[in-house]
């Protein structure tokens, strides 16, 4: 089963885009490897609004975003989870709006080990937030006459949530599923075991369209969380045969399993077979035998 990505999207930097009823989608342009064209930010609502991840420090882009409130009273604003490309505008928001700021409590890991020389990605991670209310997963609030339930996906980030808006049909999931691109799975912070545990959260749903925190809409969801889920069996799969065959280390079995990457991605495919090992060593699957000195070692349990 192959994962169907989907690629195609126009970001419209700096004007606001309709997503959905009574939902606009504003791109930031701070496209890279890991944000795609940008970062979306989306604002829900009719009469008044709650505005969902302010997204990065950009005058353009808090300009582009208080024109698509349009004078509306914004009510909350409202984080997937507290990556700084989601958050870093956050404070000029907060100002400008007067509106309260809702997150899930950061259950955050502590600094991460650096995985064979790879980046900690907690860097990523906005620690100063401050948030005004938690939410949990089940919150519900109504916002101009749209209610929006978070939902606790956990797996990219361990805060991380996403907000059904108007009961099952609209999901706005954040970094925890996006067409584009399979999600950033690196402990300490991410957790495999928790990203395919909110797959399963999300099959249960029946929503008809998610709209994601980078790139495009998802039209139809559970087809393609079933294909992202068998994705991550496949290579949990690779990643026992590497062991099987005699592959210890992280180098080794990214070298094996992703030939001909990126360079600059090698970090990253390092700590997502760092979150299978760890799913794997929780589950009995494999053992962790680092040599006195050495890097982080596995083989088969
Ligand atoms: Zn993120």
Do not use: K
């Amino acid at each position: 089963m192959s994962l169907d990505l989907d690629r195609h999207f126009e970001p419209a930097h700096g004007r606001s885009v309709c997503a959905a009823p009574g939902i606009l989608r504003v791109t930031a342009a701070n496209g890279g490897p890991f944000t795609f064209h940008g970062t979306n930010s989306y604002v829900v609502g009719e009469d008044a609004v709650a505005i969902v991840d302010p997204g990065p420090e950009d005058a353009a882009h808090l300009e582009a975003l208080l024109s698509a409130v349009g004078g509306r009273r914004v009510e909350a604003i409202l984080l997937t989870h507290t990556h700084r490309d989601h958050t870093a505008l956050v404070p000029r928001l907060r100002a400008a709006t007067g509106a309260p700021v809702l997150g899930a409590r950061a259950f955050h890991a502590p600094q991460g080990e650096i995985v064979d020389g790879a980046p900690s990605l907690d860097a990523a991670l906005d620690r100063g937030l401050v948030f005004d209310a938690e939410l949990s997963d089940g919150w519900t609030a109504r916002f101009g006459g749209l209610d929006i339930c978070a939902i606790a996906t956990p797996g990219h980030a361990a805060d991380h949530v996403a907000f059904a808006v108007g009961g099952e049909g609209v999901l706005l999931s954040g970094d925890h599923v996006m067409a584009w691109s399979t999600s950033v799975v690196a402990p300490p912070d991410g957790s495999m075991q928790a990203y395919m545990a909110s797959l399963d959260t999300l099959l249960a749903r029946s929503d008809s369209l998610y709209l994601p925190g980078h790139g495009g809409p998802v039209r139809r969801p559970s087809a393609f969380v079933r294909g992202l889920r068998a994705h991550r069996r496949m290579r949990e799969a690779a990643i026992l045969e590497r062991l099987s065959a005699g592959d210890r280390t992280l180098a080794q079995i990214v070298a094996a399993i992703y030939r001909g990457l990126d360079p600059n991605l090698v970090g990253a495919a390092g700590l997502s077979v760092l979150a299978h090992l760890s799913d794997l060593e929780a589950r009995g699957r494999v053992l962790r035998r680092d040599p006195p000195g050495g890097p982080l070692s596995f083989e088969p349990a």
